[in-house]
């Protein structure tokens, strides 16, 4: 077995089946369409609540930024000293929504304390961005009736979240800066975000329960259809399914009675066709059988006197001689192969030496100058010694019938099992023949217009080797071919044995 064939066959079993079950898919499937759907709106939520929280918090900050610079800004005297830009500082922080202000003027390079809270907040704390935007004037129209504006900018600092914005107080004078601290909004947010997470995991295992309670409905008229068709696949052809509903799984569920029903009357039609067969087939071996056996008993007193007989009658004595025997011969082959139809061939086992059977069989046919025999003795197996005569002597035989002497039969011993190989020295088989050597009346031989056997040998061979829970194989050699049979060293059950036998 290759690597490729072990990693396929371990995963189509244990839990690599488990995960291709169409249960788990379909759970799979309603958790990623809930997951999917519930991660969406978490994050569409998320992102709206968000903006919205932020912008009004800065709103609300800027808004009233301005509304308190606008108020304060009027106290501010012309070239105010440090102290006074401090105090605008102040002045405007006071509004109560707790953001710091600092003031830079140009005229006052050195003032670096004119801040709300000087220890965290300076000049240096604005970002370089907004301080440029913030410092340019724009142009006057129509709809722009103020050079300067107010500007801001979302900005962390250490770590904090901050909006920051600025505007001149007045053109030539300083400017101010707000530092709103987002460390509130972050935090409802936060707990925002865990909320959806935790809602986004409640709708998953929502979604899985309900993909559970809907693979149960939908996968439990699958199950019994399954179960069904493996019932009827055993041969059980009365069984069927209960219809309920009217949906897709009960018009299946109709179609597999339809189906079971038809299949079951179509196989006891061919049932009682091949009885007839069996029974034309016994009947009619069993009728020639006594007329035989009288044509027998006659052309053997025939062939006594053949050498008496008119040299113009001996070829035709011999000829019915030799046809009534060949005729004789199809009919026991006949019977044989009705019998095992049947089911009524049986073993008379007994334990025997396989070499001493073999033996037996090639000096009763007076094959022992063209069989080459490698069998050690006291290799004994159960057997039954007549059934396994004809295997030898159709194998023995067939071979050199077909492939020429000599030919050898090697006998091997395993572990519980005895195996005989039987090769010639001939052309071997053709591979398209190969496949067909031991069915009924297949002659490879088709360029002669008459066969001497019946096509039959080789195919009770197999059914002899099978009822005793055996095997026989054909393939080409080195040199001929070579046809191996395998039998268990101990009887096989009898059950077994009537259920292959009736298989055959």
């Keep these: 077995m290759t690597d490729h064939q072990t990693t396929t066959r371990r995963f189509s079993s244990g839990p690599w089946r488990r995960l291709r079950s169409l249960r788990v898919r379909l759970i799979a499937v309603f958790a990623a369409v809930a997951l999917l759907t519930a991660v969406s709106a978490s994050g569409i939520a998320y992102w709206l609540n968000r903006d919205a929280v932020l912008k009004r918090a800065q709103d609300t900050a800027l ?295 073999i033996m037996s069989c090639i000096d009763g046919r007076a094959w022992y100058d063209a069989v080459e025999l490698d069998a050690p003795r006291g290799v004994r197996a159960v057997v039954d010694p007549r059934r396994l005569d004809v295997v030898f002597a159709n194998l023995i035989g067939n071979a050199l019938k077909h492939g020429g002497s000599p030919v050898r039969v090697k006998v091997r011993e395993s572990e519980d099992a005895v195996t005989v190989e039987v090769s010639d020295s001939g052309p071997g088989i053709p591979e398209d023949v190969l496949p067909h050597v031991f069915d009924r009346f297949y002659k490879a031989d088709k360029g002669r217009a008459r066969s001497e056997g019946s096509g039959l040998g080789l195919s009770i061979a197999m059914a002899n080797a099978r009822i005793h829970g055996g095997t026989i194989t054909a393939a080409n050699g080195e040199v001929g071919a070579v046809f191996t049979l395998t039998l268990p060293l101990a009887q096989p059950p009898e059950p077994a044995a009537a259920s292959e036998e009736s298989a055959q």
Aim: aromatic share 6%; with cysteine.
């Design 63 to 357: 808004n009233d930024f301005r509304v308190s610079l606008s108020r304060n800004v009027s106290e501010l005297p012309l070239n105010a000293t440090c102290e006074q830009l401090r105090q605008l500082a102040d002045y405007v922080a006071s509004s109560g929504l707790n953001y710091a202000v600092v003031v830079a003027d140009p005229a006052q390079p050195d003032c670096t304390t004119a801040s709300s809270d000087p220890a965290q907040y300076t000049l240096a704390s604005v970002p370089a961005k907004l301080r440029d935007i913030v410092g340019k004037p724009r142009e006057i129209t129509e709809t722009n009736p103020y050079p300067y504006h107010l500007y801001w900018q979302r900005q962390n600092l250490d770590g904090r979240p901050y909006v920051i914005g600025g505007t001149k107080v007045v053109p030539t004078g300083p400017t101010a800066y707000m530092f709103k601290s987002l460390e509130n909004e972050r935090a409802d947010l936060n707990t925002l975000g865990w909320s959806l997470a935790i809602a986004t995991l409640l709708a998953l295992i929502g979604s899985a329960l309900l993909a559970q309670a809907a693979s149960a409905t939908v996968l439990r008229p699958v199950k019994r259809l399954g179960d069904a068709a493996r019932r009827l696949g055993e041969g059980r052809l009365d069984t069927r399914l209960e219809v309920e509903g009217s949906d897709e799984l009960a018009d299946l569920a109709r179609t597999f009675n339809r189906t079971a029903e038809s299949l079951h009357e179509q196989v006891e039609e061919l049932s009682a066709r091949e009885a007839q067969s069996r029974r034309f087939v016994a009947d009619m071996s069993h009728e020639l059988r006594t007329p035989l056996t009288a044509m027998t008993a006659v052309t053997d007193i025939l062939e006594d006197e053949a050498e008496s007989l008119d040299p113009m009658i001996a070829p035709a004595v011999r000829l019915v001689v030799n046809e009534t025997r060949r005729l004789s011969d199809l009919v026991e082959n006949l019977m044989e192969v009705t019998r095992f139809d049947a089911g009524t061939a049986k073993l008379v086992a007994d334990e025997v030496d396989i070499a001493d059977l």
